[in-house]
């Protein structure tokens, strides 16, 4: 049996799944952390209960296994791609900075600004929950600014399609260039033909699960941490509006 456990981004979901797991004492767990530094804790139940887990998506500081994506070098290629697209202005829909995967697009972002020698704005970076709502909030507040902003680097689907739906709604949809996060399949259903970092999925979720089976038969020697190569595809979202 395969029991899935949804935090929905939630610190206190975290801990009372991780209670249910050790009560129903499950061989083993494939783990996204939703509490930033602070799942640690959580963590350190497993390991004192003797429960083998993987990481995945986002990392910690502490040293555990896991499969992770190369988030500085995703930050890096998008924003990469803007800037030679001729956009001088360009922001990043972020979510929040605990999250270590965040935090290192983030820092991709910036070094590919610092490389074409183009000064980061602090008014150009939106730290925010990765939630529709907030896209869809924070696109408001891009808009109702007289700014320079020309492009937008988002760093996650639903972010992406919370800024879309306001740009629809608010005939505003020219206005900016995204490249997004990720390129679900309604997002091409909906023919919306985002720009995006792309990385497989089912690929993260099959090493991570060879690698908790590994350690389930007792043939993990050492801990090991993966890290996937990101891939950038265009789609013309990232052009420079006329």
Avoid: W
């Amino acid at each position: 049996q395969v029991l899935i456990f949804d935090t929905d981004e939630n610190f206190q979901n975290e801990i009372d799944s991780i209670d249910s797991i050790i009560k129903s004492n499950i061989l083993g767990v494939i783990l996204c952390i939703s509490g930033g530094s602070n799942s640690e804790k959580n963590i350190k139940k497993l390991d004192d209960y003797s429960i083998p887990f993987v990481l995945f998506d986002r990392e910690l500081d502490f040293y555990h296994d896991g499969v992770f994506l190369d988030d500085f070098k995703a930050g890096f290629l998008a924003t990469e791609a803007l800037i030679k697209e001729n956009h001088k202005n360009v922001g990043i829909l972020v979510g929040k900075f605990k999250h270590k995967n965040m935090y290192n697009r983030f820092l991709g972002y910036c070094h590919a600004l610092k490389t074409y020698d183009i000064e980061i704005n602090n008014d150009f970076i939106y730290e925010i929950n990765l939630e529709i709502e907030d896209g869809y909030n924070v696109a408001k507040d891009i808009f109702s600014k007289a700014n320079n902003l020309t492009a937008i680097f988002s760093c996650s689907n639903l972010i992406t399609l919370g800024f879309i739906k306001y740009q629809n709604e608010n005939n505003k949809k020219n206005n900016i260039s995204i490249i997004g996060f990720d390129n679900p399949d309604y997002f091409n259903i909906l023919n919306l033909n985002i720009s995006s970092i792309s990385r497989s999925i089912s690929e993260i979720g099959s090493i991570a699960a060879k690698m908790l089976f590994k350690k389930l038969d007792g043939n993990a020697k050492h801990t090991q941490k993966i890290i996937i190569t990101p891939t950038l595809k265009l789609n013309g979202s990232e052009k420079l509006k006329e």
